[in-house]
């Protein structure tokens, strides 16, 4: 019966992660999947998580089920988070969130309800986009459109050629924007083009739904929520949101994440959400409760909530200091082009602008995996490789 069946091909980055723990060279560098790493390599527990599973496991007297829609004051939590504590449309009643299981279980969700309750519209994606985006929404069948993200001439932001097309978008379909961040060139548009965006996107219809799954990894906690707070601020009324909780809180194991809809009016957000519920029921039941409530517990406790966002501070820092001091060594090197692009970037990525000949060179010659793409995870750099790092570019160069 399954004599047929053929073998899938490996996940472009999960594979490659795959071929970089088989290298047996102890100098390998790993820029390739998006995991926070400190500076000894490794992906910590941060203090604050301890601190709060300490108490959790003090107190906990059950493991009886969540609901479908998972812990309650972490839903309100998660809102605070994204649109401040005293938003009016919190207040409203116009916000309904559902707990998932990661951040990619919230953009599936998100997909199987415009399929539902929008049926006729296509999603339009960046490009390009993280890698999983069109396998999660090509696995429910839904259009899928694309849209002009990153030149590679200026190795930053296509943005006249990026409104073009979203000024094409029909009413009723789906732009999905990348809150902060982006995955994979790490190139955001600035606070003016966001305007803009927000302004086409009230002229054009369409409904816009961020992924947001960086969250404090780009300038700021509030900073990095930017682009939400203006299209409500601009008075855009329906939105879906997933967000992911995997980098700020360190919680990858825990698959800790979150889908919110926001509606014109309370019944209309009930509405939404009651369909969300429906078909998270039918997928995974319920969420797991153990990430929701390590969240819950730092962001409801004082203390622990002030030493979180110390951390997040250390780790947002941290990468840009990586950053900077792959430029300049670079620099300092000769290299003939300018990578000072990097620095204008945020989050774990960046786009290299190194060819797959190149980036296929770094790997065999060097053992430095990164993807074909030129795409780099920063957060494989620290102070024992950036030199070593540096010498190879330069050599591909």
């Known amino acids: 019966m399954f004599s047929h069946v053929q073998e899938a091909p490996a996940d472009p980055i999960l594979g490659l992660l795959e071929t970089y723990r088989k290298d047996p060279n102890p100098n390998k ?3 390739t999947a998006g995991i926070y790493q400190d500076e000894q390599g490794k992906t910590p527990i941060l203090s604050s998580v301890k601190k709060a599973e300490t108490i959790l496991l003090s107190q ?3 493991k009886q089920y969540l609901g479908i829609a998972g812990d309650r004051i972490y839903a309100e939590l998660v809102q605070q988070l994204l649109l401040g504590e005293d938003h009016p449309l919190i207040a409203q009643h116009q916000v309904q969130t559902i707990q998932t299981p990661g951040g990619t279980c919230a953009l599936r969700v998100g997909g199987e309800l415009i399929k539902a309750i929008l049926p006729k519209a296509t999603i339009w994606l960046s490009s390009p986009t993280w890698n999983n985006h069109p396998h999660i929404f090509g696995a429910i069948n839904l259009p ?3 849209y002009p993200y990153y030149d590679k001439n200026t190795q930053g932001l296509a943005f006249d050629a990026m409104l073009e097309k979203l000024q094409q978008v029909p009413a009723g379909d789906v732009v999905l924007l990348h809150a902060c961040c982006h995955n994979p060139c790490g190139i955001d548009p ?3 083009q966001w305007q803009q965006i927000a302004d086409v996107a009230i002229a054009r219809g369409f409904l816009p739904f961020f992924d947001f799954a960086y969250q404090g990894f780009g300038k700021g906690l509030n900073e990095d929520a930017y682009a939400i707070r203006l299209f409500l601020e601009k008075g855009i009324s329906q939105l879906l949101i997933a967000t992911s909780y995997s980098k700020s809180f360190s919680l990858y194991s825990e698959r800790t994440g979150a889908l919110t809809m926001i509606a014109e009016t309370k019944q209309q957000t009930e509405n939404v959400a009651s369909q969300a519920k429906s078909l998270a029921r039918s997928n995974y039941s319920n969420p797991p409760a153990h990430g929701a409530s390590i969240v819950r517990e730092i962001l409801s406790t004082t203390d622990l ?4 966002l ?5 780790m947002r820092e941290r990468i840009a200091k990586m950053r900077l001091l792959l430029v300049q060594g670079l620099h300092e090197r000769g290299a003939k082009h300018s990578f000072e692009f990097i620095n204008q970037q945020y989050g774990m990525f960046s786009y290299s602008g190194l060819t797959v000949e190149q980036v296929r060179k770094l790997r065999e010659k060097y053992s430095i995996y990164m993807l074909d793409s030129g795409r780099m995870s920063l957060c494989g750099i620290n102070l024992r490789n950036v030199d070593k790092l540096c010498d190879a570019i330069i050599d591909v160069l």
Do not use: M
């Open 29 to 31: 560098i790993d820029l």
């Open 60 to 62: 906990q007297i059950t």
């Open 144 to 146: 899928i459109a694309n």
């Open 190 to 192: 600035t606070p003016a």
């Open 305 to 308: 909530k002030q030493e979180w």
């Open 310 to 314: 110390a951390e997040v501070t250390d």
